[in-house]
C-alpha cells in the first residue's frame, strides 16, 4: 500500500512539473498580446509608459525591414556578379569576353612613295583608341614599334618612317574606355619600293657639225642622299633602269638599259633622224623595284645632206626628134644619209617658167630631161633628200637641147 501511494505521489509530481513548463512558455505570448491591447491610463505617467510599450516593437521592426532590404540589395549584386561570372565561363572557345571591344578585320597594306597606307574595318563602336603594332617578323617579336593613343574619325593610318626595299608587318587592335583590349585584327605585310625618280628630261645633242649625235637625258634619283628622301638608305637601290620605246605605252621597239644606282643623267647614242622617241626610269632593289617615273618624249631631227657634187649636162637634138639633156652628178659625203634627189628644169634661172620637177632614187647618179624643144635654153639643178629635209640646190647650169 506505501509502495503504491508513492508511485502516484511521484506521477502527479510528475504532471505538475510539465503543467508549469507549459505555463511558463506561454507567458510571453500573453505579455505581448497585452503589451498590443493595453488602453493608455489616464495619468501622465501611465500614458509615457504605454508610448513606450507600443512604439518600441515597431522600432524594432522598421529596423529589422531595413537590414532586411540592405540584405536583398546585397544578394542581388552578389546574383549579378554570379551571373557575369556564369557568362564568362559560358563563352565559346576563341570568343572575346563580355565588355571588350571588336577585333578589327580586313586589315590592308599598301605602299605609296616612301610610307604605308594602312586600312582595316571597324566591326563596334566601344573603341576609343587603336593600338598598331609595326614588327619585322610575321610573329611580332623583332623590330617592334607600337603606334596608339589615337581614334581618327576613318579607320586608316599612314606610317612614314619607313626605310626602302624593307618588309614589314602590321597588325590592329581596339581599346575601350576601361583599357580592355580588343584582340588582335589580320596581319598585313608589305615589301617598301624604293621612291621612284622624277623630272626625266631629254634633249639632242648636237655637235659643231653635222647632225645630232643622240639624245642626253636628266632626272631626279630621290634614292640617293641628294635626293627628295634623304632619309631613304641609298644601299636599298643596286642599279637604274632606264627604258627607251618609239610609242608612249613602251611596247614597240622597247630597249633596257642598266645604269649605276647613283647616276643622274644618260647619253643615248643609239638614236635615229626624224624618230620621236619616249623614256622612264625606275629604281631597282634587292626585294622590289620602284614605280616608273614620269615619261619624257623628244623628236630627233631630221638633218639635210650637204648638196651633190660634180653636176654637168648635155644636149642632144638628134634628126627631128625633141631635144633632151643628159644630167649626172655625185653624191657628196656626208654624215647624214640620202634617201634620194630632185632634178628640176625651167626656162628662166629664177624657175618661174617652164618649171618641171623630177625624182630619183639615193643610188641614182644620172637622169635624162627629154621632150625638150629643140634650140631653146633651159635651166637646170639638183637637191639630195634626207626624207623630208633636203641639201642645197647646186649651181645652176644652163643647157640648150
Do not use: C
Amino acid at each position: 500500500m506505501h509502495r503504491r501511494l508513492m508511485f502516484v505521489l511521484t506521477m502527479l509530481g510528475m504532471v505538475i512539473a510539465s503543467l508549469g513548463q507549459v505555463a511558463a512558455a506561454a507567458a510571453p505570448t500573453r505579455m505581448a498580446s497585452a503589451a498590443h491591447t493595453a488602453t493608455p491610463a489616464s495619468s501622465a505617467g501611465d500614458g509615457a509608459a504605454a508610448v513606450a510599450a507600443t512604439t518600441h516593437p515597431r522600432h524594432h521592426r522598421a529596423h529589422r525591414s531595413q537590414h532586411e532590404a540592405h540584405g536583398s540589395h546585397h544578394g542581388r549584386h552578389r546574383a549579378l556578379h554570379r551571373t557575369r561570372r556564369s557568362h564568362r565561363s559560358r563563352s565559346l572557345p576563341g570568343s572575346r569576353p563580355l565588355g571588350t571591344p571588336a577585333a578589327p578585320t580586313g586589315l590592308s597594306a599598301t605602299a605609296s612613295g616612301s610610307s604605308v597606307d594602312l586600312t582595316w574595318t571597324n566591326d563596334d563602336a566601344v573603341g576609343v583608341e587603336w593600338v598598331i603594332e609595326r614588327a619585322a617578323d610575321a610573329n611580332f617579336n623583332g623590330g617592334l614599334t607600337v603606334f596608339d593613343d589615337f581614334y581618327p574619325a576613318t579607320v586608316s593610318f599612314t606610317d612614314t618612317a619607313v626605310i626602302a626595299d624593307t618588309t614589314y608587318y602590321y597588325r590592329v587592335a581596339e581599346k575601350d574606355t576601361d583599357a580592355n583590349q580588343s584582340g588582335w585584327s589580320n596581319t598585313a605585310s608589305i615589301v617598301t619600293p624604293p621612291p621612284a625618280p622624277s623630272d626625266v628630261a631629254a634633249s639632242v645633242v648636237w655637235p659643231e657639225i653635222g647632225p645630232p649625235s643622240g639624245v642626253s637625258l636628266t632626272w631626279t634619283n630621290n634614292a640617293s642622299p641628294a635626293g627628295s628622301n634623304a632619309h631613304i638608305e641609298p644601299a636599298a637601290v643596286t642599279d637604274l633602269l632606264i627604258e627607251r620605246a618609239a610609242d608612249s605605252g613602251f611596247t614597240t621597239a622597247v630597249t633596257d638599259v642598266v645604269a649605276d644606282p647613283a647616276a643622274q643623267a644618260f647619253l643615248d647614242n643609239g638614236v635615229s633622224e626624224g624618230t620621236t622617241y619616249y623614256y622612264r626610269v625606275k629604281a631597282q632593289g634587292n626585294m622590289s623595284d620602284s614605280a616608273w617615273s614620269d615619261v619624257a618624249s623628244i623628236l630627233v631631227p631630221l638633218t639635210a645632206p650637204p648638196a651633190p657634187a660634180s653636176l654637168t649636162t648635155r644636149g642632144f637634138a638628134p634628126g627631128t626628134d625633141p631635144g633632151r639633156v643628159d644630167v649626172t652628178w655625185t653624191e657628196s659625203n656626208g654624215a647624214s644619209p640620202v634617201t634620194g634627189f630632185i632634178i628640176q628644169r625651167a626656162t628662166n634661172s629664177a624657175f618661174t617658167t617652164g618649171f618641171a620637177s623630177f625624182t630619183a632614187g639615193p643610188t641614182v647618179t644620172g637622169y635624162t630631161l627629154a621632150g625638150l624643144l629643140r634650140g631653146h635654153q633651159y635651166y637646170i639643178r639638183i637637191a639630195a633628200l634626207n626624207d623630208t629635209v633636203s641639201s642645197p640646190w647646186t649651181t645652176v647650169i644652163a643647157s640648150v637641147p
